[in-house]
């Protein structure tokens, strides 16, 4: 019940806010010169050519930025401009004989079509120790690889390193400081951000005094160093419009032991109701810590998080390595965040809800729709409501052999006509004041056949017998990965991807350091807001996904449980009843009837019907 009270204030309070929707795919594009492009090729030559200049035998190019991020400005985006992948994780490893190129699960596909005019060796960096090992082994002579430390972390680089050095001693990493992608590539390097937004803290629970106060109090050296957007826009309660998507604003922040707060970015104005803020630009960072330096003082900074040329800069035994003071706060929500977050998805809810029924009832009468047209109509569903900012994240409408590319962006790709006879995948997620939501689902708006309602199912499976798990605290994301894989398993099958990842509160769609993967040894805590979203792909032919978000909750036996919080139909049609157990039926229907009581109200008499047929389906498997 206090829950429900928070939900409602919050209903009632948030339609205050006055900032306007922000059309961030417009805002913030970035345009470059047609005459400056250069071929892909050409642009490796040029790269190489620069080797000589400074005793390089080969130069690494992320697609992370200064600050860690997944998603990037468009003018950060180096990876991007030097081979034209466009996915969110990728590595190049430009040798003077030899383009290497690394990514993960998700983008492997992708990248072989990207990157298939190009002379590049494109592997999985999940079975990254084989790889390099193959890749070195045949190196007799002092060979140095090219790195910019203001991007690569210390953590990164010694992950990175490990595998090399116990073949190759001769191997070296070499700090060039001026990145060589930015000296070939002119372009103007600014955010847009002027002005932030701060929110009330009737939205979060906890004002940025209370905030600032506790990370000072258990601060025991003279700075703390802050390199995470995300940490410092959730420790001051602001946001920006620096990055497509993500609410954040490019800027580093140095906490002293007195309190002070000073911001490096590019805001000129913060109306804050912490006064001991000073703001600088953000070019000014480096001379900052220089100048701390001089002075003798200690600092504290995440090695995951800040880059080698603050370390390599700093006095080694001036500088405490520890985690990020923000990070587990900031992934752990509080009542009032959750109840952000139950909102958010209730608008979310209708607007799917509504394309859902769009989409059945248009796709066998109309050829025409394009998976533009999809993210188009769903944006257009959701700028209705006053609360919603953006997308969080590009929109993956992808049809048919275009679903089983991961992350596939429609805007880059064929932009197919969706027809009844395969399957349609749609991944979307919007930014609100006061949640970010990421959802998918998967359809096939004809007859389906047997294959692919086998596959479905198991998926289908998957995903609700991990929503459905009840686990001991201190349980982490890598032991409960295989609840959504066993049976895929069961038929030799498997998804290239985790299976859930952490999810920011109107920040990034994808927070650390919690996941549900093969990986991930961070513990599952109460309050931690995650995504649960097994999948099936083949190349060539089709893709299946599940996604919700549910938010980590003690059960009264002292174990923890999931609880959902997304509101939207799962397709019935794939379904094989045959392959379901009697609680997973159970499942699906108390969830579809959730789904109905929280959206119903809010539905026309059309979509409402479609509801209705789903409730109905799915009340009559028990």
Not at 148 to 162: R, V
Request: aromatic share 12%; net charge neutral; charged share 20%.
């Amino acid at each position: 019940m206090a829950l429900f009270k928070i939900l409602c204030n919050l209903m009632v309070g948030i339609f205050c806010i006055n900032i306007g929707t922000i059309d961030i795919s417009k805002s913030l594009a970035f345009k470059q010169q047609s005459g400056s492009l250069k071929k892909m090729n050409d642009k490796i030559s040029s790269l190489k050519k620069e080797f000589k200049k400074y005793n390089l035998d080969a130069y690494i190019v992320p697609s992370f930025d200064e600050f860690q991020n997944e998603y990037v400005p468009e003018n950060l985006q180096r990876l991007k401009w030097l081979t034209g992948f466009t996915g969110s994780n990728g590595l190049a490893l430009i040798t003077q004989l030899h383009n290497y190129f690394f990514t993960d699960g998700r983008y492997i596909v992708q990248a072989n079509k990207q990157l298939s005019n190009a002379d590049f060796e494109i592997y999985d960096m999940q079975n990254v120790e084989g790889i390099y090992e193959g890749i070195f082994k045949e190196i007799i002579n002092k060979f140095s690889i090219g790195y910019d430390p203001s991007m690569f972390t210390k953590k990164y680089l010694e992950f990175f390193s490990k595998y090399f050095h116990q073949h190759k001693d001769n191997i070296t990493l070499l700090p060039i400081s001026l990145n060589l992608i930015d000296k070939l590539w002119d372009r103007p390097v600014e955010f847009p951000t002027k002005a932030a937004l701060v929110l009330d803290a009737k939205y979060t629970s906890q004002n940025e005094i209370s905030k600032v106060n506790h990370v000072v109090s258990n601060l025991q050296t003279d700075y703390l160093l802050i390199t995470s957007p995300e940490s410092i826009c959730w420790l001051l309660n602001i946001r920006g419009t620096d990055i497509p998507y993500s609410p954040l604003i490019m800027c580093y922040c140095l906490v002293s032991k007195d309190g002070e707060v000073e911001i490096f970015s590019s805001l000129t104005a913060l109306k804050c109701s912490y006064k001991k803020i000073k703001l600088s630009p953000i070019n000014q960072i480096k001379e900052r810590i220089i100048q701390i330096n001089q002075q003798n003082k200690t600092m504290e900074c995440d090695p995951s998080k800040t880059s080698m040329w603050f370390v390599q800069n700093y006095k080694e035994e001036n500088m405490n390595f520890k985690q990020d003071p923000c990070l587990l706060p900031k992934a752990q929500k509080n009542q009032v965040e959750i109840a952000g977050f139950q909102y958010a998805m209730i608008q979310d809810g209708v607007a799917l809800t509504t394309l859902y029924n769009w989409l059945e009832e248009s796709i066998n009468v109309d050829n025409k729709i394009t998976e533009i047209d999809v993210d188009q109509k769903l944006l257009s569903l959701k700028q209705k409501h006053s609360l919603f900012r953006t997308k969080s994240f590009n929109t993956i409408s992808s049809f048919a052999e275009n679903s089983a590319i991961i992350h596939y962006d429609p805007y880059n790709g064929s932009n197919s006509v969706i027809t009844p006879n395969n399957f349609f995948l749609l991944d979307c997620g919007s930014q609100y004041c006061c949640g970010t939501t990421d959802v998918t689902r998967t359809f096939y708006f004809g007859k389906p056949d047997k294959e692919a309602k086998l596959y479905y199912t198991l998926v289908l499976k998957g995903f609700i017998n991990l929503s459905n798990l009840k686990f001991p605290i201190n349980t982490t994301g890598a032991q409960i990965d295989a609840i959504a894989r066993q049976f895929l398993w069961h038929y030799g099958l498997d998804y290239p991807h985790g299976t859930g990842h952490g999810v920011g509160h109107y920040l990034s769609v994808h927070e650390g350091p919690q996941a549900i993967s093969k990986l991930n040894n961070c513990a599952l805590n109460a309050g931690m807001v995650v995504s649960i979203e097994p999948g099936y792909y083949i190349p060539g032919k089709y893709g299946i996904r599940i996604e919700n978000l549910v938010v980590v909750v003690k059960s009264q036996d002292n174990f923890l449980k999931f609880e959902n919080l997304t509101l939207a139909p799962i397709a019935f049609n794939l379904i094989d009843e045959s392959l379901l157990s009697d609680d997973e039926k159970k499942w699906l229907k108390e969830y579809h009837e959730q789904v109905f009581f929280a959206l119903s109200a809010f539905l026309d008499n059309n979509t409402k019907l479609y509801m209705e047929k789903h409730l109905h389906y799915y009340r009559s498997l028990i």
